[in-house]
């Protein structure tokens, strides 16, 4: 590695000039039969799927980036994007045995501050060859409270046979989010929908044609590896997505989509569509092409416990906690156990989040969950998230979370709140004791938003075992209405570094703000 830059660096709101977009639009991904890349004898590597940031902290952050072929993978930063003084980060060996893709973490960063990267490609007999440079952008977390801190979240994406349109313009809510210019995004699952082919059209109830971009792998559902691969890559085939990839860095979790629907371990298939049942199998593939596509610290080969929860820090602000519903919980049932130390996180999971809530000293603990808490989410005669409907005393998964609340109560936890997605539509609710079955816990917010690029559906019953009220929601008044009938969803949460207000917005696609709430810093309960 050379010597850190000396120039001084622009400030975090710095705007972005157009040598971004352009670098981040540059050789378009083939459409179609993109599952492995060919083998060729001449030319240099490209790295036509973008480049991406994630987890990025105040002094660190992973960069990723896929090759065309076998290439060794060089990051070089800068304070500017003219990067007239560089540091360079040498990173892996990019082969087969991860679909071409790699992942370098950068450490001892500035922090606070807007770092300019760019990757390249090196052919791995001759380093003097190289590919051309994508280059991309992030803001590392700031350690003073006074800058503030903005993020967005949502999920969702390429859902029930909704995929790339190009009458549309493809993904362009990601413009929308892109332009807000946030710190980071947090993806809340189902990235992908591995058990969701896409096909060419679909015809819409008013007669219009619904066009996707389709390709070999998300033909059909995803039961081998390269399957998998190749439904995390179809995503990267729009070209807002890989333009917002370059310029916001990302927090990613995972759902059931990423699977199977409402899967749980060891659960066998009865969908006649695979020819692999066992959800273990399924999972296990898919858990690898994940840690392959995105740039997470706690997955191969930042990681080898490979874990997808984990506790991200944004400085004085802000922590965020994201957790993994899917892999530790116990079967789907009708969720009527008076005793269930498994639950939907697990034992070790939920000792974990207790653990590293109690030592957190940040103004706002944002709990990021794949699954609603307070709406029941069916699973045929079963339930797939924490409530099953029974407003009374908790009962199943519920135990857990009244555990879970029952802790940031008594140990005076002070500023939490949980966002999520899942349910593909958007929604506010208030817990209040004062109306609950179980009483013992302080007031909080859950914020729903989503989808991005699936469909939408009608809202869900509300449980009032932990008395939720629902302040807001927007969702159609049908199932699976396209995003041409529907509009995508996102949240927004902005921490004020003055006064330490937290406020969420609820958005919709275009931008329109669909509903506010600011929250006090300091209270156990809001």
């Known amino acids: 590695m050379s010597d850190r830059p000396q120039t001084p660096q622009p400030g975090r709101r ?30 240099r590597p490209k790295a036509g799927w973008g480049v991406q940031a994630g987890d990025v902290g105040a002094h660190s952050g992973l960069v990723w980036v896929r090759s065309d072929r076998p290439a060794r993978m060089v990051v070089e930063t800068s304070a500017t994007d003219s990067f007239k003084n560089v540091t360079r980060w040498r990173g892996p060996l990019i082969g087969p045995d991860t679909d071409f893709t790699g992942t370098t973490r950068l450490r001892g960063l500035p922090p606070g501050e807007q770092i300019h990267y760019r990757v390249r490609l090196a052919d791995p007999d001759d380093p003097r060859r190289t590919g051309e440079p994508v280059e991309g952008t ?17 999920g969702d994406i390429a859902g029930q046979g909704w995929g790339i349109n190009p009458d549309r313009g493809g993904y362009r809510v990601y413009e929308d989010m892109r332009a807000l210019d946030p710190d980071f995004f947090l993806c809340s699952g189902d990235n992908i929908y591995a058990d969701g082919p896409i096909l060419p059209s679909v015809t819409l109830p008013d007669g219009r044609v619904w066009r996707n971009v389709t390709t070999e ?18 995503n990267l085939l729009d070209e807002n997505l890989r333009r917002f990839n370059a310029q916001i860095p990302t927090v990613t979790q995972w759902d059931d989509h990423e699977v199977h629907n409402n899967w749980y371990p060891g659960q066998i298939l009865s969908d006649d569509r695979y020819t692999e049942k066992n959800v273990d199998v399924l999972s296990a593939r898919s858990l690898r092409a994940f840690s392959e596509y ?90 797939e998230a924490v409530a099953q409907g029974d407003p009374g005393a908790p009962l199943g998964r519920e135990l857990q979370l009244a555990e879970l609340l029952r802790h940031i109560k008594h140990e005076r936890i002070t500023g939490t709140l949980w966002l999520t997605t899942d349910v593909h539509y958007t929604s506010a609710q208030h817990y209040e004791p004062s109306n609950a079955a179980f009483k013992d816990f302080e007031p909080f917010w859950e914020f729903v938003s989503g989808p991005l690029a699936a469909g939408g559906f009608k809202a869900l019953k509300l449980d009032g075992t932990f008395g939720p009220r ?57």
Request: hydrophobic share 40%.
């Open 138 to 154: 992030f803001r590392t977390a700031s350690v003073s409270r006074r800058d503030g801190v903005k993020f967005l979240w949502s």
């Open 294 to 383: 995105f740039p997470v610290s706690t997955l191969p080969p930042g990681d080898a416990d490979g874990r997808v929860y984990r506790v991200l820090r944004q400085g004085p602000l802000l922590d965020v906690f994201v957790l993994d519903m899917r892999t530790y919980r116990n079967a789907n049932s009708p969720g009527r156990q008076t005793e269930d130390p498994t639950g939907i996180l697990g034992a070790e999971q939920l000792a974990w989040l207790k653990r590293e809530l109690s030592r957190s000293r940040a103004v706002w603990k944002v709990i990021a969950s794949d699954m609603p808490l307070g709406l029941v989410v069916p699973d045929g005669t079963n339930f």
């Open 217 to 234: 792998e998300k033909s059909k559902v995803a039961e081998t590896l390269g399957e998998f691969r190749g439904a995390f890559r179809y």
């Open 470 to 526: 629902q302040a807001f929601v927007k969702a159609p008044d049908r199932n699976n209405t396209s995003p041409a009938e529907t509009p995508p969803y996102f949240g927004e949460v902005e921490i004020d570094g003055g006064s330490g207000e937290l406020t969420v917005r609820l958005r919709q696609e275009g931008g329109d703000v669909l509903f506010s709430q600011t929250l006090q810093p300091g209270r156990v309960g809001q």
């Open 14 to 43: 710095g705007v972005l000039r157009g040598a971004l977009a352009t670098s981040a639009a540059l050789a378009l991904p083939a459409i179609g039969g993109a599952a492995a890349p060919a083998f060729a004898l001449s030319g």
